[in-house]
């Protein structure tokens, strides 16, 4: 079963959304963003979904304010998405790290295994100065060819309910992760894109 995993969650509607329509992560955004979200709300959504789903703070800093949060907040996961040093995601520990990639091309793939303290890679689309939610989607190929890297890929990118089915039955993740293509506006999720998300992901999941 691909794992789901809905990003950008601001409020505590939108996460209880994700959960009844069967999310398996949800994920906060402490970085600079439209949809980023302060460490008193983001643990206040934490305790209303109460274990029901695994927690994902998403950081683009390397400092020990990040260590912090993640205690506050009892997250599962850290999410670095900065290219924060091997030695700071060692600290953190492994199992806990999720090593997001921004994919400009083959080269990004090759030196996925420069990053060995993670658990996961999630693989997201390159845009200069922009370090995530994009909207966009990169050439899953090259997302094929990652999963060879020795970890289970996360695949994001301009995801959404109209291509998510294609992008599982060709790329096979481990889990697919979107933010942007599920909203009614910045920082604020439609319910019914996560629903439909996540049913076009278990209806591509049944054609195996």
Known sequence: MTLVKICGITNVADALAAVEAGANLIGFVFAESPRQIDPFTAKH???TV????RTVGVFTEESSIVLKVMDEC???YVQLHGGQSE???ERIGAERVIRAVRV???RTIANLDLFQNAIYYLLDTYREGIAGGTGETFDWELAIRAKSAG???FLSGGLNPE???DAVQRVRPFAVDASSGLESSPGVKDHNKIKEFINNVRKSDATT
């Open 50 to 53: 109460s274990g029901a789903v």
């Open 104 to 106: 400009k091309g083959e």
């Open 87 to 89: 030695e700071f995601a």
């Open 74 to 76: 009892n997250l599962d």
């Open 151 to 153: 970890k289970p890929i």
């Open 45 to 47: 959504i934490v305790r």
């Open 163 to 165: 291509n998510v089915f």
